[in-house]
């Protein structure tokens, strides 16, 4: 498997810092993409990004050199980065934590993995046959106009300290000429995201210059070969 026409972009909007990473690493035949978003209340938001960036990293590149084993990878490195959170979150004695998506292949197989809003798409022909279901109050909750406008965005599962039970892990069906993009909240939620499923990789950066984001945002682009 082969990526063209990778892309990768993140930004502040009209907050104070970003608190979006972005890691990306290849090992053999195996590659990695993914997106943290950091929360806090407490200005940690950036940090805990960070350590999971660095945390996932880590064990993916100590670890087993085995594509036929991609699920355990994934449940191996985000269960890393959620005891390291927790281990942060005691030394600090504050409450921050991350929510997480991305991509895994290895040979001819591709895996999408989320907790919490990150978002994973798959775009085939300007049509999305993949779109991954955040962990939000708001989809908990079955969102109606009664219910406010504050729960929308509350997530429901994040890199906390307290388990990866809410990991969601699937294997993707890939054609050639597939598109897949890995957005944090501050993406999709915002307008003109329409613009950016169907773009190609020339408009892009025009598109993405052309609208006012007011939270952190990041986004991987890529197509597959």
């Known amino acids: 498997m082969r990526y063209e026409d990778y892309f990768c972009y993140s930004g502040k909007g009209s907050n104070e810092k970003n608190e979006d990473l972005i890691g990306t690493h290849s090992r053999g035949v195996m590659h990695l993409d993914f997106i943290c978003d950091g929360m806090s209340s407490y200005g940690f938001g950036a940090w805990a ?31 890393a980065a959620d005891k390291r ?7 600090v004695k504050s409450k921050f934590g991350v929510t997480l998506g991305g991509i895994i292949s290895g040979g001819n ?40 406008q504050a729960y929308s965005n509350g997530v429901t599962a994040s890199l906390s300290g307290r388990g990866i039970e809410k990991l969601a892990i699937i294997e993707l069906d890939l054609n050639a000429g597939d598109v897949i993009l890995i957005c944090s909240d501050g993406i999709w939620k915002a307008g003109g995201f329409d613009r950016i499923l169907v773009s190609d990789h020339g ?18 682009r890529f197509k597959v070969c």
């Open 49 to 79: 990004s960070e350590i999971v960036m660095q945390e996932i990293l880590k064990v993916f590149i100590t670890g087993p050199e085995d594509e036929s084993t991609l699920q355990s990878i994934i449940r191996g490195t985000v269960d």
């Open 85 to 91: 959170i927790w281990k942060e979150r005691l030394l």
């Open 109 to 148: 197989r591709m895996y999408a993995f989320w907790i919490g809003d990150v978002k994973i798409f798959q775009v085939r022909e300007h049509t999305i046959i993949f779109e991954s279901q955040e962990h939000s109050l708001g989809r908990a909750l079955e969102l109606t106009k009664g219910v406010e």
């Open 203 to 220: 408009t892009l950066q025009n598109i993405l210059s052309g609208i006012q984001y007011e939270d952190d945002h990041s986004l991987v």
